[in-house]
């Protein structure tokens, strides 16, 4: 660990690093009331904004209802040039964009690059899926007759984000969204303004370029009110919401109330199974990547390590001294591998986290320090516990690595899979046999599972998501985009008579 965190930029040169970029984008401020712009890298407020009302909001979604029927029945590749537009502009703008997550999310310059670089990639997913939203042909029963499958544009989407990924997830959103012809409304983090407003006219741009519906895009600024009336709203057909469990709780159940859909990426508490034989290099840097990335504040961060006994010790000794070495201060600092926490409510959660830990007959090997000066910088800890108690079965949005151990195989996949949450999991191991015993049905429970990599850092070709309390939502790649799209069964009868199924007789 260095004292990086006590030399930070000055408040002014992070506002002209925001309108800087901003201006590139061609973003204009909306500067009011109601919402303040703030960076974690050294604490300050930053602008004053103007918030959307809930009178906004529903014009929004008028108007996003009204584009939709012009949408819907634009022709699938049609829809996806106006993606590939805005790919193209993400690339032209990926250092500007970038910037302002640093800016708001305190990511370090190579994850926040490859924040952008994830909108880039769906655009090009998505783009391609454009001309394959498959259906299926079905074997009829009935001779003479043909049974279909086909899929159709849902409807207005509304998009509630968090302020870890706060473009990237966006991005997933409405690329598949809008290849599926449905228009989008985005609410974004109150801690994420600038970037989103950023991200938002880059979009537009792309709309104006390709002249299509003007309102097949909103972004809605504001606090939870906000998020309410996206959510309570019945013309809003989908509601991808990412957040903790807590907020999915309520969303769900008040998306569900008007028979609308939801589509949920909630809390993770991702475990990593470390074998006798694994490759204890490889799990070193696997592992510090990912608990320690992002300041432990992804939704995949790797949370619980569960070791065998017999190379629990070696392992954390290593992990405790690469943590020693981690240089934690300014985002900006290319040196810099660990950025600040997002405020200083999450310093506080970790601190109350690591008390709870020791009182459970928990061991800080390292880490768990909050830095002198602006911003919250802490240290990685690292903790052996002796089971895996309440603490441990709960998600601090923080960088905590719980140690546990294990002597059994199966012992540990059970330990792995005893949290509510079930988003990601790895196993660290050379051996042919665990590694696809981790990866069967009774294996892990989580919505990913890696062999010999951590649990963060998913690729936009496969679906991300979780189950049990991760919310069971499916984003980004493989079919996550039927989540967009109504599903219709066609039967077409071409044989002159009319015979009913199941040989059914009445006239």
């Given at each position: 660990?260095?004292?990086?965190?006590?030399?930070?930029?000055?408040?002014?040169?992070?506002?002209?690093r925001a309108?800087?970029?901003l201006?590139r984008?061609g973003?204009v401020?909306?500067?009011g009331e109601?919402l303040t712009a703030?960076?974690?890298v050294?604490?300050d407020?930053?602008f004053s904004?103007?918030?959307?009302t809930?009178d906004?909001?529903?014009?929004a979604v008028g108007?996003?209802?009204e584009?939709?029927?012009?949408w819907?029945?634009t022709?699938?590749?049609v829809?996806g040039?106006?993606?590939?537009?805005?790919?193209?502009?993400l690339?032209?703008?990926?250092?500007?964009?970038?910037?302002?997550v640093?800016?708001?999310?305190g990511?370090?310059g190579s994850?926040?690059?490859g924040e952008?670089?994830?909108?880039?990639?769906?655009?090009?997913?998505?783009?391609?899926?454009?001309?394959?939203?498959f259906?299926r042909?079905i074997?009829?029963?009935?001779p003479?007759?043909?049974?279909?499958?086909?899929?159709?544009p849902?409807?207005v989407?509304?998009?509630i984000s968090a302020?870890?990924?706060?473009?990237?997830?966006?991005a997933?959103?409405?690329?598949?969204a809008l290849?599926?012809?449905?228009?989008?409304?985005?609410?974004?983090?109150?801690a994420?303004?600038?970037?989103?407003?950023?991200?938002?006219?880059?979009?537009e741009?792309?709309?104006?370029?390709?002249?299509a519906?003007?309102g097949l895009?909103h972004?809605l600024?504001?606090?939870?009110a906000?998020g309410?009336?996206?959510?309570?709203?019945?013309?809003?057909a989908?509601?991808?919401?990412?957040?903790s469990?807590?907020m999915?709780r309520?969303?769900?159940?008040?998306?569900?109330?008007r028979?609308?859909?939801s589509?949920?990426?909630?809390?993770?508490n991702?475990a990593?199974?470390?074998?006798p034989?694994?490759d204890?290099e490889?799990?070193?840097?696997?592992?510090?990547?990912?608990?320690?990335g992002?300041?432990g504040?992804?939704?995949?961060t790797?949370?619980?390590?569960?070791v065998?006994?017999?190379v629990?010790?070696e392992?954390?000794?290593?992990?405790a001294?690469?943590?020693?070495?981690l240089p934690?201060g300014?985002?900006y600092?290319e040196?810099?591998?660990?950025?600040?926490?997002?405020n200083?409510?999450?310093?506080?959660?970790m601190?109350?986290?690591l008390d709870?830990?020791?009182?459970?007959g928990?061991e800080?090997v390292t880490g768990?320090r909050?830095?002198?000066?602006p911003?919250?910088?802490?240290?990685?800890?690292l903790?052996?516990?002796?089971?895996?108690t309440g603490?441990?079965?709960?998600?601090t949005f923080a960088?905590?690595?719980?140690?546990l151990?294990?002597?059994?195989?199966?012992e540990?996949?059970?330990l792995?899979?005893?949290?509510?949450?079930?988003?990601?999991s790895?196993?660290f191991?050379?051996?042919?046999?665990?590694a696809?015993?981790?990866?069967a049905?009774?294996?892990?429970?989580c919505?990913?599972?890696?062999?010999n990599?951590g649990?963060?850092?998913a690729?936009?070709?496969?679906?991300?998501?979780?189950e049990?309390?991760?919310?069971?939502?499916?984003?980004?790649?493989s079919?996550?985009?039927k989540?967009?799209?109504?599903?219709?069964?066609?039967?077409?009868n071409?044989?002159?008579?009319?015979?009913?199924?199941?040989?059914?007789?009445?006239?």
């Amino acid at each position: 660990m260095t004292d990086t965190a006590l030399r930070l930029p000055t408040r002014d040169d992070l506002r002209e690093r925001a309108r800087v970029s901003l201006e590139r984008v061609g973003a204009v401020l909306p500067e009011g009331e109601g919402l303040t712009a703030r960076t974690p890298v050294t604490g300050d407020a930053l602008f004053s904004l103007r918030a959307t009302t809930p009178d906004e909001v529903s014009s929004a979604v008028g108007a996003a209802a009204e584009a939709f029927v012009a949408w819907r029945t634009t022709p699938p590749p049609v829809r996806g040039e106006l993606v590939r537009v805005f790919g193209d502009l993400l690339r032209e703008h990926r250092t500007d964009l970038a910037d302002l997550v640093t800016l708001e999310a305190g990511k370090i310059g190579s994850e926040a690059l490859g924040e952008v670089q994830e909108m880039i990639d769906i655009c090009d997913l998505a783009v391609g899926q454009s001309r394959q939203l498959f259906g299926r042909t079905i074997a009829s029963e009935r001779p003479g007759h043909r049974l279909a499958e086909t899929w159709h544009p849902l409807g207005v989407v509304g998009v509630i984000s968090a302020f870890n990924f706060p473009v990237a997830v966006w991005a997933w959103n409405t690329a598949n969204a809008l290849v599926c012809g449905d228009p989008v409304l985005w609410k974004p983090s109150e801690a994420t303004p600038l970037v989103s407003i950023a991200a938002a006219r880059l979009l537009e741009r792309a709309i104006e370029a390709v002249d299509a519906p003007r309102g097949l895009h909103h972004l809605l600024l504001g606090d939870r009110a906000v998020g309410e009336a996206l959510v309570d709203d019945p013309r809003v057909a989908l509601v991808s919401a990412t957040g903790s469990t807590r907020m999915g709780r309520e969303v769900g159940p008040r998306v569900a109330a008007r028979f609308g859909r939801s589509l949920l990426e909630l809390g993770g508490n991702n475990a990593a199974i470390v074998t006798p034989s694994a490759d204890l290099e490889l799990t070193l840097r696997g592992v510090v990547f990912a608990a320690a990335g992002t300041a432990g504040q992804r939704c995949t961060t790797l949370r619980r390590l569960i070791v065998h006994r017999d190379v629990a010790d070696e392992l954390v000794d290593r992990i405790a001294a690469a943590y020693r070495s981690l240089p934690i201060g300014d985002p900006y600092d290319e040196k810099t591998l660990v950025g600040p926490l997002v405020n200083a409510a999450a310093a506080d959660a970790m601190t109350a986290a690591l008390d709870r830990a020791r009182a459970e007959g928990g061991e800080v090997v390292t880490g768990g320090r909050r830095l002198d000066g602006p911003g919250e910088y802490v240290e990685p800890a690292l903790v052996r516990m002796p089971g895996q108690t309440g603490v441990v079965r709960e998600e601090t949005f923080a960088p905590i690595l719980y140690v546990l151990t294990y002597d059994d195989f199966d012992e540990a996949i059970a330990l792995q899979n005893d949290v509510p949450q079930g988003l990601s999991s790895s196993v660290f191991t050379t051996d042919q046999a665990e590694a696809e015993r981790f990866l069967a049905a009774d294996g892990s429970d989580c919505g990913i599972a890696n062999v010999n990599i951590g649990t963060s850092g998913a690729e936009i070709g496969g679906a991300f998501g979780g189950e049990k309390e991760t919310g069971g939502g499916r984003e980004s790649g493989s079919d996550a985009w039927k989540a967009y799209m109504r599903r219709s069964t066609t039967t077409v009868n071409y044989s002159g008579h009319l015979a009913l199924a199941q040989n059914v007789s009445f006239l």
